[in-house]
């Protein structure tokens, strides 16, 4: 239902953009999001994006991230910049709605100092 692409390695400082591709019952999806867990810490919350283009993200990456969609292409973006080590996780893509709530595999992204 969902993959995620994009993670690898980069500088501190450096950018990113992860993909994630929706198929199925695309229709019925209202939110769509980006998680992130790093090794041991619980999984977080990083961007979600309303199916009317409404977004939000915590304080830890805003003003450094943007979540943005192609609904034509059933894909949501991360564009990720300036970033730091702590960014260093596995990155999920969530799918939510009416009945619905699908999480893909992740993405590894590691952050070099």
């Known amino acids: 239902q969902l993959q995620a692409s994009g993670g690898g390695l980069v500088q501190a400082g450096g950018s990113l953009r992860l993909s994630c591709v929706a198929s199925?019952?695309?229709?019925?999806?209202?939110?769509m999001g980006w998680y992130r867990q790093a090794p041991g810490k619980q999984r977080e919350l990083v961007a979600i994006?309303?199916?009317?283009?409404?977004?939000n993200y915590p304080d830890s990456v805003k003003g450094r991230f943007g979540i943005s969609s192609d609904n034509a292409k059933n894909t949501v973006y991360l564009k990720m910049n300036s970033l730091k080590p702590e960014d260093t996780a596995v990155y999920y893509c969530?799918?939510?709605?009416?009945?619905?709530?699908?999480w893909g595999k992740g993405t590894l992204v590691t952050v070099s100092s």
């Open positions: 969530r799918s939510t709605g009416v009945g619905m709530d699908y």
């Open positions: 199925g019952s695309t229709s019925s999806i209202n939110v």
């Open positions: 994006i309303t199916r009317d283009g409404s977004t």
